[in-house]
């Protein structure tokens, strides 16, 4: 059974970074897609980003482009998501999902595709 852990999050100042990690247990890490959502209060679980099971290709939400950046290291089982310039709109819990499916850019923004999730970490973002 393949499991995730994400950690990193916690309450931060608009404008910080932060960097989350997702840790992969059960199986080996460069067989899936790995893919990052986030979930305000009250609103649906939305695609931030994800990556190729070699890192060779990403996809990123419009809205995010050009301050999140993930990436991942199959030899630690680790998936990164890097966030820069944080806003406050950008509070959440944020998940890491895994996906055996085949990549294309669109199809890997659609939660239904992926077959395992963390637990969450929660970020908060003050103004």
């Known amino acids: 059974q393949v499991q995730l852990v994400e950690s990193g999050g916690g309450l931060v100042q608009a404008e910080d970074s932060m960097r989350l990690s997702c840790a992969v247990s059960?199986?080996?890490?460069?067989?899936?897609?790995m893919g990052w959502f986030r979930q305000a209060p009250g609103k649906e679980r939305e695609f931030v980003a994800s990556?190729?099971?070699?890192?060779?290709?990403?996809s990123y939400l419009d809205s995010v482009k050009g301050r999140f950046t993930v990436s991942r290291d199959n030899a630690k089982n680790t998936v990164y998501l890097v966030i820069n310039n944080l806003k406050p709109e950008d509070t959440a819990v944020y998940y890491c999902?895994?996906?055996?499916?085949?990549?294309?850019?669109?199809?890997?923004?659609?939660?239904?595709?992926?077959?395992?999730w963390g637990q969450g970490t929660q970020v908060t973002v003050s103004s």
């Open positions: 999902a895994a996906s055996r499916t085949l990549w294309q850019a669109q199809r890997v923004q659609n939660r239904d595709v992926y077959d395992y």
């Open positions: 059960g199986d080996t890490l460069g067989t899936y897609i």
């Open positions: 990556i190729r099971q070699d890192g060779s290709s990403t």
